[in-house]
T-cell receptor, first 111, second 114 residues
Framework: DAKTTQPTSMDCAEGRAANLPCNHS???????VYWYRQIHSQGPQYIIH???NNETNEMASLIITEDRKSSTLILPHATLRDTAVYYC????????????FGPGTRLSVLP | DSGVTQTPKHLITATGQRVTLRCSPR?????VYWYQQSLDQGLQFLIQ???????AKGNILERFSAQQFPDLHSELNLSSLELGDSALYFC?????????????FGPGTRLLVL
């Protein structure tokens, strides 16, 4: 499985951009990079995903390096409600469907 | 709101008992996934169904079973419950099954085994 490495925790000031890194140096050519977040004990919330190109949606931007060995999730203007555990997922199982969640990054947005 | 619903929200039961957790996927989604999240294990994939058929198995105990019905809702059955089965159980759904498919998670069922 392609393993992901994320910082255990990060702080970000409210209103500033939050940049969450993820290393996935063993990613395969057909594996997507997904980002989810989990607020308290709620269900994981989908944020964004991409394969090779950078992606942007109403929630965030995903920057994937050209060699695809790392990526960065950017929350452009973090709010207190963005405090959550953020999961970077690049590996699904052999069937290609099932996510393998790591410990994620605990992002604290500070007032 | 992801569109995935799960019932009940909370469940308290005793060791040795059996419970059933229910999941309704987003409208039109054919694939349902079950995950377990305990304090010391993180989110673990249990099992996946696609259009009524089992598609993949993860770390699911033999005491646990699941099925997906013709209306595409799914049930996760947990039997001979042990204290260690206390956890959050999440259901997710996706339209199809394959690389690039996004899974949308429900709010979860919190199970407490006493």
């Amino acid at each position: 499985d392609a393993k992901t490495t994320q910082p255990t925790s990060m702080d970000c000031a409210e209103g500033r951009a939050a940049n969450l890194p993820c290393n996935h140096s063993t990613i395969s050519g057909n594996e997507y990079v997904y980002w989810y977040r989990q607020i308290h004990s709620q269900g994981p919330q989908y944020i964004i995903h991409g394969l090779k190109n950078n992606e942007t949606n109403e929630m965030a931007s995903l920057i994937i390096t050209e060699d695809r060995k790392s990526s960065t999730l950017i929350l452009p203007h973090a709010t207190l409600r963005d405090t959550a555990v953020y999961y970077c997922i690049v590996r699904v199982d052999n069937y290609g469907q099932n996510f393998v969640f790591g410990p994620g990054t605990r992002l604290s947005v500070l007032p | 709101d992801s569109g995935v619903t799960q019932t009940p929200k909370h469940l308290i039961t005793a060791t040795g008992q059996r419970v059933t957790l229910r999941c309704s996927p987003r409208s039109g989604d054919l694939s349902v996934y079950w995950y377990q999240q305990s304090l010391d294990q993180g989110l673990q994939f249990l099992i996946q169904y696609y259009n009524g058929e089992e598609r993949a198995k993860g770390n699911i105990l033999e005491r646990f079973s699941a099925q997906q019905f013709p209306d595409l809702h799914s049930e996760l059955n947990l039997s001979s419950l042990e204290l260690g089965d206390s956890a959050l159980y999440f259901c997710a759904s996706s339209a199809q099954t394959g690389l690039g498919e996004t899974q949308y998670f429900g709010p979860g069922t919190r199970l407490l085994v006493l």
